[in-house]
């Protein structure tokens, strides 16, 4: 029974998408006894190094998703990623497997139009000014209403793929072109939106569990080309945002409903904070919380998705994460300098043991534990850059 009682072999969890959040979220199941399926893309992926079994498929695949699940028979699916038919999550809802945190969510966040029209014209949150468009046409039309710059995104899309800063009408054809190259399953619609010159953003790691509404300390962080390269906890900003920023995940926490982790991102700018997107499920840039809590927000994920109250949670002042990114082609990935790297103190350095590399890759991440921010950032930086990774 979840939330109640462990049954030795009752449990049986099938994480779709195994990467290094996945790999996380696995161990703290396993704290718990339970039976982890990991299943994903390619073989030997993180979270596959530590489950019972795992399963690679193509999870866009319908036929391939539903007899995986068919196989296993798992009573919790938890997506790790977005890169999953959600239309067969909601099928096997239906038939009584637990989804994480719901189906319905999986779905209206995977797609950038439901996460949107939900937050800004269902909520009322305020976001940037955007259009969904079909064509180069209508995006052209798009940016003349907006202007420069904006910001072209797939909706189907993650980590920054497919997205482009559009400054000018020379970068026009590129953006449509990048957008269409870089979507997920293909070519498809788009947003054009507002660049909010944010003072700066956070991920705002909500919890919802049967204990209610918990919240971590606000994560800070960097982006290069949409994509996570230190992030920082906590981000200092006055009591009036971070009242702001809560009632405004609690509305979206809530109206998705379920129980885990949900990485609320917002941008802000004076004493406004816009609503950007969710993740429902544990961030990349959270992996700060591996040293910068007691319960990281792989085990809170986990506490909630099981029923269990999530009491309070310990946070040991300033920390930060800086990624391992390494870029070439190889299927034989090592590591230099990790002794030198280890002697950092009040550090820990997690390599993710990623089969191979093809183009920008994130291997590994830095975490660092200070008594300032700008010194924890200083070491986990130091600790990513001692690590050289060798094909
Ligand atoms: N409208 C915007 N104005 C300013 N910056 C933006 C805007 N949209 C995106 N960005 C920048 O690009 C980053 C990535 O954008 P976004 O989160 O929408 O992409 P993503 O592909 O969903 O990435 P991820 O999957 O890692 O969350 C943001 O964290 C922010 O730094
Ligand atoms: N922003 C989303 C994110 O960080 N997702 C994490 O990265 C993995 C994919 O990595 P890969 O592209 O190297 O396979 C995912 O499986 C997840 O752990
Ligand atoms: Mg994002």
């Known amino acids: 029974m979840i939330g109640t009682a462990l049954c030795k072999n009752s449990i049986k969890a099938m994480l779709l998408g195994s990467g290094e959040l996945g790999k996380e979220v696995a161990i703290e199941l396993q704290r718990y006894g339970i039976e982890v399926i990991a299943v994903d893309r390619y073989a030997n992926a993180p979270a596959m190094h530590i ?31 977005e890169a999953i038919n959600t239309q067969v999550l909601v099928e096997v809802e239906s038939f009584g497997v637990k989804v994480v945190p719901n189906a319905k969510a999986t779905q209206l966040t995977m797609n950038r139009e439901g996460i949107r029209r939900l937050a800004a014209n269902t909520l009322g949150l305020l976001t940037s000014r955007f259009f969904f ?10 940016i003349t ?25 020379l970068q026009f054809d590129a ?35 049967v204990d209610g509404i918990h919240f971590c300390e606000p994560i800070g962080h960097r982006q290069e080309d949409g994509d996570y390269r230190e992030s920082w906890q906590p981000q200092q900003m006055t009591n009036e945002l971070i009242q702001i920023s809560r009632e405004m995940a609690t509305k979206v926490v809530k109206s998705l409903g379920g129980f885990g982790v949900f990485g609320v991102e917002m941008f802000i700018k004076g004493d406004q904070v816009y609503f950007s997107e969710v993740s429902p499920r544990p961030h990349d840039t959270g992996m700060v919380t591996l040293i910068s809590q007691d319960k990281s927000e792989f085990a809170l994920h986990v506490r909630a998705i099981l029923g269990f109250p999530v009491g309070s949670i310990l946070q040991y002042g300033h920390s930060a994460s800086a990624v391992l990114l ?59 850059e001692q690590v050289k990774v060798i094909f």
């Not at 999870?59 to 990623?81: G, R």
């Not at 870089?182 to 705002?204: C, H, M, N, P, Q």
Request: aromatic share 4%; charged share 25%; hydrophobic share 40%.
């Open 51 to 81: 489950a019972h079994r795992s399963h690679v498929i193509d999870m866009m695949d319908s036929a391939a998703l539903k007899s995986v699940i068919a196989q296993e028979s798992p009573n919790i699916i938890i997506p790790e990623l």
């Open 133 to 142: 468009c079909d064509s180069k046409k209508e995006m052209e039309k798009a």
């Open 145 to 169: 209403t907006i202007g420069f710059p904006c910001v072209i995104k797939p909706i189907m899309s993650s980590s920054g793929h497919g997205q482009t800063v559009v400054k000018s009408e």
């Open 175 to 209: 953006a449509w072109e990048v957008s269409q190259e870089d979507a997920r399953g293909g070519k498809g619609r788009i947003i054009v939106e507002d660049f909010i010159e944010f003072d700066y953003e956070i991920t705002l790691l909500t919890v919802s569990a």
């Open 326 to 384: 390494a870029d070439g082609h190889s299927v034989n990935i090592g590591f230099e300098g990790v002794r030198e790297a280890l002697l950092e103190a009040g550090t820990q350095l997690r390599l993710f043991a990623k089969p191979e590399i093809n183009g920008q890759r994130r291997l590994g991440v830095a975490l660092a534990l200070s008594d300032n921010t700008q010194s924890a950032l200083d070491k986990a930086k130091r600790v990513a």
